[in-house]
């Protein structure tokens, strides 16, 4: 079976200029996750969905960042506008329901750097 | 703000030593797990304790749960190569939100051949 899909990869932008970072989750996983990695602060919670609606969104730095699920295969993380800061690598994960133990499946990341 | 501390920060050892890596918190957590992450790549589970004072083993990795369920270790027997990477724990919030875990700071491992 396919695992989280996450793109780009890698991105570098400019400051000022928006991103939108793209996930899909494992089929059938009802929980999606979004988090950041940085050597500072390590993986850091932003928000999460459970069957496509956003439960917890206290992690979501500023008003710069949102994020969306339309439908249970896809989700959207935007950044507008970037700023240096945000430079941090991205991860999206799906989970289960029911198991109760919140075990995540990753996707590999996606790498942003704002200049 | 729940934390949980992992020590050593890193940890540079021989090939075919063995290692302990320790994850610690003042908070109660109803499962914790242990991740793996190697470098431009995500996180992958190892495992999962959920009982208080519980013992798995994964080959030459053996993970323990604090009887509290407060703290864990992982140790590793006879390190290999392929060991080499970023282990992470990571808490489920007792009582709280189902599947919001709280990650450790994480230990960077290198085994030198």
């Known amino acids: 079976d396919a695992g989280v899909i996450q793109s780009p990869r890698h991105e570098v932008t400019e400051m000022g200029q928006e991103v939108t970072l793209r996930c899909k989750p494992i089929?059938?996983?009802?929980?999606l996750f979004w988090y950041r990695q940085t050597m500072m602060r390590g993986l850091e919670l932003l928000i999460y969905?459970?069957?496509?609606?956003?439960?917890?969104d206290s992690g979501m730095p500023e008003d710069r960042f949102s994020a969306k699920m339309p439908n249970a295969s896809f989700s959207t993380l935007k950044i507008q506008p970037s700023e240096p800061r945000d430079s941090a690598v991205y991860f999206c994960?799906?989970?289960?329901?029911?198991?109760?133990?919140?075990?995540?499946?990753f996707g590999e990341g996606s790498r942003l750097t704002v200049l | 703000t729940q934390l949980l501390e992992q020590s050593p920060q890193f940890l540079s050892i021989q090939e075919g030593e063995n290692l302990t890596v320790y994850c610690n918190s003042s908070?109660?957590?109803?499962?914790l797990q242990w991740y793996r992450q190697e470098p431009g790549e995500g996180p992958v589970l190892l495992v999962t304790?959920?009982?208080?004072?519980e013992v798995k083993k994964l080959k030459r990795l053996t993970f323990q749960f604090g009887d509290a369920r407060k703290d864990s270790s992982l140790h590793i027997t006879a390190a290999q190569t392929g060991d080499t990477g970023l282990y992470l724990c990571a808490g489920l919030n007792y009582g709280g939100a189902t599947n919001k875990l709280i990650f450790g700071t994480g230990t960077l491992l290198a085994v030198q051949p």
């Open positions: 304790v959920v009982t208080g004072g």
């Open positions: 994960a799906s989970s289960p329901s029911g198991r109760g133990t919140g075990e995540l499946f």
């Open positions: 089929s059938g996983h009802d929980y």
């Open positions: 908070s109660v957590f109803s499962s």
């Open positions: 969905f459970n069957n496509n609606v956003p439960i917890d």
